[in-house]
């Protein structure tokens, strides 16, 4: 009896120690668990697989508050929607549109936007970048706009010379596209280009007309951060 009873005192000693060993850290695994949610950024604490879908069903799965909009650029569809458009308003020899690598490039020329020198929004330039906001407000994933000039110095002002005209016309766009064409400006970024990316030489004053100008490049993705 008494080597029966060591036997079974060790045992119970054994399945304790075992138990001690398997025994989970409540405060531990709860901090764990926090942790882990923070770093996906998937669900909150309290929250379903399921809850945290249906929020997101409309097109935009598993896209969170500020994120990039996912969407995919149809460039046919966008281009032939800006053209149609243009043609029915008499704007296509002011306004070109074309299908590039990055997406769709909608090129308007300086004097149908801006005076000489200035960066101040003409009427009629408010009224087509009205338009072409409304038709592709929901079609494109982001919009880089992008001021170009000639290589004619600008000498004085308050733009003191190319690179800052460029950069003011862009955002000045850029801007307007926001607050009246209702254009999230997470899509948007403005980019002054200066004379550094001439469509032709600037050879002749038709020439360097042609290289004045504001283009509004519908990209095919997101631009990485």
């Known amino acids: 009896m008494a080597t029966y009873g060591d036997m079974v005192t060790l045992l119970l000693c054994f399945f304790v120690l075992l138990f001690a060993m398997s025994a989970i850290d409540t405060q531990k695994f709860e901090q764990a668990a926090i942790s882990l949610r923070g770093s996906l950024g998937i669900l909150k604490g309290g929250t379903t697989i ?6 997101y069903q409309s097109g935009e799965t598993g896209r969170s508050p500020g994120a ?19 043609r029915a308003e008499g704007l296509d020899k002011s306004i070109q549109v074309s ?15 801006f005076a000489s020198g200035s960066a101040e ?22 919009i880089s706009v992008e001021g170009h000039t000639d290589s004619v110095p ?18 000045v766009v850029a801007s307007y596209l926001e607050s009246a ?7 948007l970024q403005a980019v002054g280009l200066g004379p550094s990316r001439p469509v032709v030489p600037n050879d002749t004053p038709e020439h360097r007309a042609l290289n004045r100008r504001v283009e ?5 993705q997101y631009p990485k951060q």
Do not use: C
């Open 154 to 171: 600008l000498r004085g002002g308050i733009y003191r010379d190319n690179w800052g005209l460029s950069s003011m016309r862009a955002a």
């Open 216 to 220: 509004l490049v519908f990209l095919s």
């Open 50 to 55: 399921e809850e945290s879908i249906l929020p």
């Open 99 to 113: 299908v590039t690598q990055r997406g769709v490039a909608v090129s308007i020329s300086e004097q149908f936007l």
């Open 181 to 187: 064409g209702e254009i999230e400006s997470m899509k």
């Open 121 to 142: 929004l003409r009427p009629g330039g408010q009224r087509a970048l009205y338009k072409i906001a409304t038709l592709i407000r929901d079609k494109v994933p982001a």
């Open 68 to 86: 990039a909009p996912h969407l995919e650029l149809d460039t046919r569809h966008v281009a032939h929607t800006v053209n149609s458009y243009l």
